[in-house]
């Protein structure tokens, strides 16, 4: 096996910008292993990038068909991306275990505050909209929410790994330069990594944010933390374009290398399994 994988992609059934064949063509082209395609799973409001309810079957066809048109080029694996919404919507639903899917992705991308819903994953100016709209301007008192969601999610389950496990990090650190290196910050990150150490999860490194940003999701300056922790990962590109199936990967695992990772995780036969990382 290789290190040519990725677990995080959306095509445009969701928010990706092009159809799921392309982004296999893609894959099998720079020679992958394995590839997984992971729309955004719907949820029960409107938005502009969540897949509609109406063509989730569909979804689920078109990617068993690409498997096995594919099949002796690469192992192509059928995911979802799940919105953690609280206990009335989340990966662990019976409606999302018993669909037929190969891997669950969990992430949050909504905090709930009263009856709404509210998206954080925004350009930097909405999300400072909502600082003040709905947290008072407490930036703090919104990254803290965000963690305590994150693992509620975790506690509750149902996916295969955590989807950018700290990416509000960039949108704070927008709206508060210097926010993550605060004394409380690194506190509830390190809270954060032990209960996911404690609950074994497997998370993402997720390289969207790599070439526009130098960002990692997590940040690299938790690599040492998860590796500490024996924290199994999984390295994803978080894919919209068909020529970004493999962005950042190779920077990650070199730095993956750096922190003393020995391996990844892959998808091998329908199983995840520990995979050598190989000289970079």
Request: glycine content about 6%; hydrophobic content about 35%.
């Amino acid at each position: 096996m290789n290190n040519r994988t990725n677990y995080h992609t959306h095509s445009s059934y969701c928010d990706g910008a092009a159809p799921i064949e392309d982004f296999v063509k893609e894959a099998v082209r720079q020679g992958f292993s394995s590839y997984g395609v992971s729309s955004h799973a719907p949820v029960p409001f409107d938005t502009c990038w969540n897949m509609k309810q109406e063509n989730l079957s569909a979804y689920v066809d078109e990617v068993y068909a690409i498997k096995k048109k594919y099949q002796p080029d690469i192992e192509v694996y059928c995911g979802l991306e799940i919105d953690y919404l609280g206990p009335e919507y989340n990966p662990a639903l019976p409606f999302f275990q018993e669909l037929p899917l190969d891997y669950r992705i969990g992430s949050v991308h909504f905090l709930k505050v009263g009856d709404k819903y509210i998206d954080i994953d925004t350009e930097p100016e909405q999300f400072k909209e909502t600082v003040f709209r709905y947290f008072g301007g407490d930036i703090r008192k919104l990254v803290e929410f965000y963690f305590e969601t994150m693992m509620r999610m975790i506690d509750t389950g149902g996916f295969d790994f955590v989807g950018h496990a700290d990416k509000v990090s960039m949108n704070a650190s927008s709206f508060l330069p210097g926010i993550t290196q605060e004394p409380w910050y690194k506190k509830r990150v390190r809270e954060y990594f032990e209960f996911i150490a404690q609950k074994k999860c497997m998370i993402e490194i997720n390289t969207k944010a790599w070439q526009s940003k130098r960002l990692f999701f997590p940040n690299r300056e938790h690599f040492g933390l998860i590796r500490t922790l024996q924290i199994p990962v999984v390295v994803n590109a978080d894919t919209h374009f068909p020529a970004l199936v493999n962005d950042g990967r190779f920077d990650a695992l070199k730095e993956m290398l750096v922190e003393g990772f020995t391996h990844v995780r892959q998808l091998s036969k329908g199983k995840w399994i520990d995979v050598e990382i190989a000289p970079l």
